[in-house]
Every structure is written in structure tokens, then in C-alpha cells.
């Protein structure tokens, strides 16, 4: 519980997004993951997690250009 109540905290941290997990995402291995800046909202699939994050990053892990 209380995961809304540390967005503020994680966007005065400087964090990028925020993963929000409650029994239904855990139960289907997925995470709603927020981007602070815009509000955007996706729900991502735990093992996509890192090729997710690198990619807002600009960094192509698939190994095509």
C-alpha cells in the first residue's frame, strides 16, 4: 500500500518513472510503469522491464539498428 503517496517522493528524487505494482499485475507478472515527467502511464511485462527502460534511453538492445 501507499504507492501513490511516493510518486511526489520519487519525482523530488529525480527518478524518471515509477513501477506500480498491485495484486492484479502481480498475478498477470506485469507492472504499470508511470513516466513522471508526462503523466504516461504503460503497462510492461517484468521480463520486457530493461529493454523498456533502455529504450526511453535511446539504447537499442535487440542487436538490430
Known sequence: GGGACRLPRA????AVFAGLRGAS????????VKHLA???QSEVAE???VAFLLSD???NISGQS
Open 47 to 49: 521480463a520486457a522491464m
Open 25 to 32: 499485475e502481480r498475478g498477470r507478472g506485469v507492472l504499470q
Open 11 to 14: 519525482d523530488r528524487a529525480g
Open 57 to 59: 534511453a535511446g539504447i
Open 38 to 40: 508526462s503523466g504516461e
